[in-house]
């Protein structure tokens, strides 16, 4: 009864973490549209705002579990929150210098933070409890990152998005002047950003001051390797699933407001709104999840929601209007429990290569880098983006197989 009390404040902190992430990378569905009109990119072009985010996961995921193993998941989570308010900062001289790299470079900075941030959080959300009930505990963990998904876009879009100007207005300048006009555009974004970074900054600093457990005292005498650790199927599988499940999930999230106004006709204000609804299905999805996992094993959930969410993107392909952007909705909430569930599923049983696990995990975050490009690339060869969601199509098919086949722990 005690530790479970000890326990129940550095969760909720912990908890707080998933909200903030999950709102910074919610607001990249709005700057994706507002930078690809800023700067007159392609849609192959706007999807480097994922991949200077996902990359960082990869370049991050190993030097975040150096640090914990070194100072602590305290020190862990407060250089995260450093390096995420810096990079929220960055954009600033983004936006004064009107410039896109400096953007893509603002961003990576943020990711990096946010990398050291959730390898961190993850198994500490999972080792705060009853390890019969991580999985459970990861999710309503991050049923919090849900809530983000679902606030951001709709704040974002009304902070960002309705300050530009209008294709009609656009219509009527010269050259120059529209250069100049879509340019100042990116001024919108300095606002939100700073007052994101100040909140951090103060989050840092509390966190200073609390104790938290730590939880490396079981894992003191860690020696894991890479290649060891990828002994354990169950975890390679894991690994695989988790990078074409983040890639499936930047594609329709990221990509919303572009399929949106493209197939169902309607304006980017509308599309972010329905983007809330799909955050709001998403959050739903989580709370719905982990309490389905009391009655149903995760993994066989797992593979369930995988395969309805492959069928959703079959229908997001072949039809037309709103039912694909009520598809792409259901596909957020059957989506929900499936990070925290590929996560929970690929640590299990490791004991002490539970660390760099955790840190493989994370690195495969970088399909989020990778995959959105292939949508951006066939749409752009095709000038249908609906095509380009057959990659979350298949995305969904290889997660659903870890879910049947490849969670198992092999004794």
């Known amino acids: 009864m005690l530790k479970e009390r000890t326990s129940a404040l550095p969760f909720i902190l912990i908890t707080c973490l998933f909200f903030l992430w999950g709102f910074a990378h ?72 009107q410039s896109y790299n400096y953007f893509l470079f603002a961003l990576f900075v943020i990711a990096c933070g946010l990398t050291i941030l959730e390898t961190a959080a993850n198994p500490y959300a999972s080792a705060l409890g009853d390890p019969a009930t991580s999985t459970q505990r990861l999710n309503l963990a991050q049923s919090f990152n ?18 530009g100007y209008s294709d009609t207005e656009l219509a009527t300048m010269t050259e120059v002047a529209k250069k100049v006009a879509l340019a100042t555009e990116a001024y919108t974004v300095k606002t ?89 299905a998403f959050l739903i999805g989580r709370f719905m999840g982990t309490f389905l996992m009391r009655l149903i094993q995760p993994q066989i959930l797992l593979t369930l929601y995988a395969i309805a969410c492959a069928l959703l993107c079959i229908v997001a392909i072949t039809s037309h209007g709103l039912i694909t952007v009520y598809a792409l909705i259901a596909i957020c909430f059957f989506m929900s429990i499936m990070f925290p569930t590929i996560f929970s599923l690929g640590i299990q049983k490791l004991g002490s290569d539970t660390e760099m696990a955790s840190s493989l995990i994370v690195m495969s975050i970088v399909g989020g880098a990778i995959l959105p490009r292939f949508v951006g ?13 057959t990659v979350p199509l298949l995305c969904f098919l290889v997660v659903a197989y870890f879910g049947w086949k490849g969670s198992k722990v092999q004794s």
């Open 192 to 280: 939100p950003y700073t007052i994101l970074g100040i909140v951090l900054l103060i989050i840092a600093i509390l966190f200073y001051f609390i104790q938290l457990p730590d939880i490396r005292e079981k894992q003191a005498k860690n020696e894991s390797t890479i290649l060891a650790t990828f002994k354990h199927t169950h975890l390679s599988w894991a690994v695989a699933a988790q990078f074409f499940y983040v890639g499936a999930q930047v594609c329709v999230f990221s990509l919303f407001i572009l399929f949106c106004t493209q197939v169902a006709k309607i304006t980017e204000i509308q599309a972010a709104d329905y983007l809330s609804i799909g955050g709001l």
């Open 26 to 97: 919610n607001l990249d569905p709005i700057l994706i549209p507002h930078l690809k009109k800023s700067f007159t990119l392609s849609t192959t072009q706007s999807t480097l705002v994922d991949s200077s985010v996902f990359v960082a996961y990869f370049i991050m995921a190993l030097p975040a579990g150096y640090i914990m193993k070194k100072w602590g998941y305290k020190m862990g989570i407060i250089t995260g929150l450093l390096l995420f308010a810096v990079g929220a900062f960055l954009f600033v001289p983004a936006a004064n210098h």
């Open 146 to 163: 849900g809530l983000a998904v679902a606030l951001a876009p709709a704040i974002g879009a009304r902070l960002i998005l309705t300050k």
């Open 377 to 389: 690339i066939i749409s752009d060869a095709t000038g249908n983006i609906q095509l380009g969601y």
